[in-house]
């Protein structure tokens, strides 16, 4: 859940060899936006990428 | 999941089939049980020579097509990796002397054909016990060689598989007429009754005492005898011109019970193979695209990546002379599965201009794998390019049409323009890329003589085929044959009386708006 009042935060998420820096109110919007952007990346994995659990997600800060 | 008992698989490979078969299951593919037979080139060069039926009616076709594959195979010039045949249970054969990552990758890519076979709607009219089928019709045609001598029965046979093609594909799902039962002599009266009470003039409703003025007698009968005159002139024979030729010739040609009986197995063959010349791009390219899933994701080990990618590149590479289905159907694939993946598809999206608003195009609901199972559920490889073949994939793959140029003489490449590209893709899959054919006249010029008409769409008929074939079906039905064909943007009548042929040519053509030459 996240609110309208969040601050927008930069954050780090690597997956596995792949990292994106994605601008997002807290960790877990972060963690969905890379999905997104790695689904993006390598559509023939797109299923695996969505099934892919939370914890394979390490996600900094990156301010 | 285990293998079945009666295959002939070493433990290693038993072990593998169950593996990827639990792959593939996974995956929620759904197949009839299959059987894989473990054997050597030899064997597989022969059961392949006769399209992958190990018992089948003899003929020398089979001796000559292993010839061709044994030397292809001994000179390395060619080699079947793999073969599977639609039937329940499925059959399927690997090579002995492949490698172990290549009976991993022909296992995966079989269970894609397997379930192809049982899932696609072109394929439910299919005999799912051709195997047996095929042995049966084999001793059938035995028996006749033994008992009116095997060259009469070959050349009967011969003159047969000349119009094998000859078939209307769509009629297993379209009732294209009553069927009715020749034994049923109840039925066949009271049908009679309803046709004459049909025929009957129309009467208006009347008391006794009126009714010889308001239906006059004289009236009544000046109609029927109209209706009687009408229906002899429309009645011809056939009653509407007739794709399948082999069930007209099987109905109406004067065939003794041995040769009737050769004729309709060699139709329901051709029934049987029609189905996968109709889908090779989409049978392929499913095959592919699973093999191609199960391996990268689950089936290789670091040691087999190398074989596993050399073996995958070389079935799907393209030449710029000639299409490859397998390329052409796993791209397909998985662009529709990308394009609904991502939402990329209906109204908004094709009514979008901006190239980059499109390439980016997102709204990721994951639509994509079952998008594709119903893909290939329902189509054929028509449908399949026809609606899904877009100007996007046809840029990103560099489709060109090419054709040969005869001032340079070259073949050279024509166009990149998407509709002609599409179009030229389209015509080469109607009707299987055969000539559309029919019987329009059984009884033409009142002398029992048959009259078909090749339907031009722009290419001509080769003529030596057009004579051969024409006197292969003099052969059948024991009287000249004429086909109406289009020569040189001419109307032509090919006859063959029995002894010559003879070439009539009429009125120049006007081709129809798209048609080109």
Do not use: C
């Given at each position: 859940m996240t609110s309208d009042n969040c601050p927008l935060l930069t954050y780090r998420v690597r997956v596995g060899h792949h990292e994106f820096r994605v601008i997002a109110r807290d960790a877990a919007e972060a963690v969905e936006l890379t999905r997104r952007l790695l689904a993006r990346e390598l559509p023939r994995l797109y299923d695996v990428i969505h099934n892919l659990s939370k914890t394979r997600f390490e996600v900094e800060n990156a301010a | 999941m285990t293998a079945l008992p009666n295959s002939n698989l070493p433990p290693k490979l038993q072990k593998m089939q169950v593996e990827i078969e639990g792959y593939a299951r996974g995956y929620g593919l759904d197949f009839y049980p299959t059987i894989f037979e473990h054997i050597d080139a030899d064997d597989l060069n022969a059961i392949a020579a006769k399209g992958g039926f190990p018992v089948r009616y003899p003929h020398w076709r089979w001796g000559m097509d292993y010839e061709r594959l044994a030397k292809g195979y001994h000179h390395g010039l060619q080699k079947i990796y793999e073969m599977v045949i639609n039937n329940d249970p499925c059959y399927a054969y690997l090579m002995k002397s492949n490698d172990v990552i290549d009976q991993k990758l022909v296992m995966a890519h079989v269970y894609g054909h397997c379930d192809f076979f049982k899932n696609n709607y072109w394929f439910s009219k299919t005999s799912r016990k051709m195997m047996d089928e095929m042995a049966n019709q084999g001793n059938r045609v035995r028996r006749y060689m033994d008992e009116v001598g095997v060259e009469e029965v070959e050349e009967f046979i011969d003159a047969c598989l000349s119009i094998e093609d000859l078939i209307d594909v769509h009629s297993p799902f379209i009732r294209r007429r009553e069927e009715v039962n020749r034994y049923d002599f109840q039925d066949a009266e009271k049908r009679k009754e309803e046709v004459d009470e049909r025929n009957r003039?129309?009467?208006?409703?009347?008391?006794?005492?009126?009714?010889?003025?308001?239906?006059p007698p004289a009236r009544l009968a000046a109609i029927a005898e109209e209706r009687d005159a009408a229906r002899c002139e429309a009645k011809s024979f056939p009653e509407r011109p007739e794709r399948d030729v082999m069930l007209f010739i099987l109905e109406h040609a004067p065939l003794n019970s041995w040769q009737a009986d050769v004729l309709s197995i060699v139709r329901n063959e051709a029934y049987y193979f029609a189905p996968q010349a109709q889908t090779k791009i989409m049978n392929e390219g499913w095959a592919s695209y699973w093999h191609s899933t199960i391996m990268t994701r689950q089936g290789l080990t670091p040691g087999d990546v190398i074989n596993y990618c050399d073996h995958h590149s070389g079935t799907l590479a393209s030449s710029p002379t000639q299409l490859n289905p397998y390329k052409l159907g796993i791209e397909l694939f998985r662009d529709i599965e990308d394009r609904w993946n991502r939402g990329a598809f209906g109204k908004e999206f094709d009514e979008c201009d901006d190239y980059v608003r499109r390439?980016?195009?997102n709204t990721d609901i994951g639509l994509g794998r079952e998008k594709i199972f119903e893909v290939r559920k329902i189509h054929n490889d028509l449908t399949f390019i026809d609606e899904f073949l877009t100007l996007d994939f046809v840029r990103e793959h560099k489709l060109f049409k090419f054709g040969y140029n005869e001032s340079t003489e070259y073949y050279e490449i024509e166009t990149r323009e998407f509709p002609r590209v599409k179009q030229q893709l389209l015509a080469s899959l109607t009707n299987r890329g055969q000539p559309q054919i029919t019987i329009c006249d059984g009884?033409?010029?009142?002398?029992?003589?048959?009259?078909?008409?090749?339907?031009?769409?722009?290419?001509?008929?080769?003529?030596?085929?057009?004579r051969d074939t024409l006197a292969n079906l003099h052969r059948l039905w024991n009287r000249p044959v004429h086909l109406k064909t289009v020569l040189e943007e001419t109307e032509a009548v090919f006859s063959f009386d029995g002894t010559q042929h003879d070439i009539e040519k009429g009125e120049p053509i006007e081709l129809a708006e798209g048609v080109s030459i």
């Open positions: - | 003039p129309p009467r208006f409703q009347s008391k006794d005492y009126m009714d010889r003025f308001i239906n390439r980016d195009w009884n033409y010029k009142n002398r029992g003589e048959l009259f078909l008409k090749h339907t031009y769409t722009g290419v001509e008929l080769q003529v030596d085929y057009a």
